[in-house]
């Protein structure tokens, strides 16, 4: 028990630091450079092959005052990019030699041209993902993103890329995603041993340090949670979390939902490290197998063209694989592609006869009685339609 909980000390402490000091002390231990990046997925094998060490941001949470930050954004817009700009104003990321934008939504894509205006030193790069996916239009599109990627940099003082490198990037960071997916599997058939917010200070921890320390945390937690006959089962209700994808949920928020009586038994939190579904194949080009997974195995999301009735059969898929007995709806407050795929998302469920609750949240709340009041009501709810 001592050692898991130092494991998730370490986590926790790496994912509150706004202030990023392993990202630091890795530049000063490497002379790398580090390249931040906003959700939802960029190519970060890519980064890693070059020796750029690949850095999520995703705001402050709940442990920064913002203050020049909301002079840069209106007040109808999520939290998360003007407590980005607020690490960036005071210095906190002064480590970064660069900063990636996918495209995510409007919001997002101005913060990358605040980010040029204010920062013309450094490199900054609007990753646009392709709703083509035809290898020969949207392929082409992505492989020349990643190949000019590459090349800035190359020029900024990274390794050139190489095949060989940008396959062992792929296969460490294979390695990464299969580590999460058992944990993910683990938690559906046991949640009592992988409490959410546990894997969550993990999954934002790997955000941060470089792959193999990622990983290496990641093994040595499920060996941890399997070897501890502590923890047991409670009568609690099976449940997936959904709608968040870019702004995340305060930790505060996933401990009380879980202390509501909700076992969150699949959620798309952190979906950097589970955008890509399986292993990125090691044969043939890299570079074109990476483009090919990013393009054709990645999760269903806001961001992605889909078919009218295929937005929400993903999520009704999950359910029933997780076996859980309802939806938590959880968006950030005005983010507009979450928001905007909910009701597709309910309607899709409920054709499917599952229960489910809404609810919104920021980045930096704090107080959650009335939330946990909700979902405690909802989760008695499942437990007595499913004894029904």
Known sequence: MSALTDLLDRAERVYRDWR???????????GGLAVGYMPVWVPREVLHAQGVLP????G????????RGDAYYQSYICHIPRSTIELALNGSLDCLDGMLFPATCDVIRNLSGIWKLTFADKLVRYYDTPQDFDPARGGAFVRKDLEELSEDLARRGARPLT???LRRSVEAYNENRRLVRGLYDLRRDAP????????????????????????????SYRAAVEADTSRRPMDQARVVLSGSFCEQPPLGLLKTLERSGCYIVD????????????????????????????????????????EGEKKGEDLVERVRRSRAGGVLFAAPSFCDPALLDQP????AIERAGIPWTAFKYAENGGQF?????????????????SAA
């Open 163 to 165: 095949a060989a490198a």
């Open 369 to 385: 009685q009335v939330i946990r009041e909700q979902a405690g009501t909802f989760a008695d709810s499942i437990k007595l339609w």
């Open 192 to 219: 009592w041993k992988v409490p959410t917010y546990e894997l969550y200070v993990l999954l934002r921890a790997g955000m941060v340090l470089p792959v193999e320390e990622s990983s290496a945390m990641l093994a």
């Open 60 to 67: 402050a949470g709940d442990d920064l005052e913002i203050i």
């Open 55 to 58: 850095v999520g941001v995703m």
């Open 20 to 30: 990023f000091t392993t990202v630091k002390e890795w530049k000063a231990r490497t």
């Open 267 to 306: 959620d798309d939190l952190a979906q950097v490290h589970r955008w890509i579904r399986s292993d990125v194949p090691l044969e043939g080009d890299p570079l074109d197998a990476l483009v090919a997974a990013s393009l054709h195995d990645a999760i269903p999301h806001p961001t992605r063209w889909s």
């Open 344 to 347: 597709m998302a309910v309607a």
